[in-house]
């Protein structure tokens, strides 16, 4: 949602900012399970079903410099393809409140105005 509120805002026309957003991937074939025995026996057991570092960060370094996406924003990857996002995140009024939501957060942190993100649209 915030990805796709970031363009609307901020995209063509506004401020020239292109966002998308992806699905990071599953599991993800690690040496997080070294430390513990558990955690070895439970990773060989799902070994079959994770992908490698690579594959893992095949889908954030293509939305990062595809020259297929040069110019488009607003999108949801997943597995370095296009995909319908969900019914929740195409919601404009949720996307909106959720914007609104985290200039509240961040400025009640850092004070008023510090993140530059305010209501323009």
């Known amino acids: 949602m915030f990805a796709a509120e970031l363009f609307r805002r901020w995209g063509p026309g506004k401020r020239g900012i292109f966002s998308n957003s992806l699905h990071p991937g599953n599991m993800v074939s690690s040496s997080l399970s070294r430390s513990w025995w558990v955690y070895r026996l439970l990773f060989a057991m799902v070994r079959p079903f994770t992908k490698s570092l690579q594959q893992a ?22 597995n370095c393809c296009c995909c319908p ?37």
């Open 57 to 78: 960060a095949s889908t954030s370094i293509y939305c990062a410099v595809s020259p297929d996406l040069e110019g488009v924003g607003g999108l949801y990857f997943n």
């Open 85 to 121: 996002p969900s019914a929740a995140a195409q919601d404009v009024v949720l996307a909106s409140q959720l914007w609104d939501l985290s200039v509240e957060l961040i400025e009640k942190v850092m004070g008023k105005g510090a993140c530059g993100l305010g209501a323009e649209i």
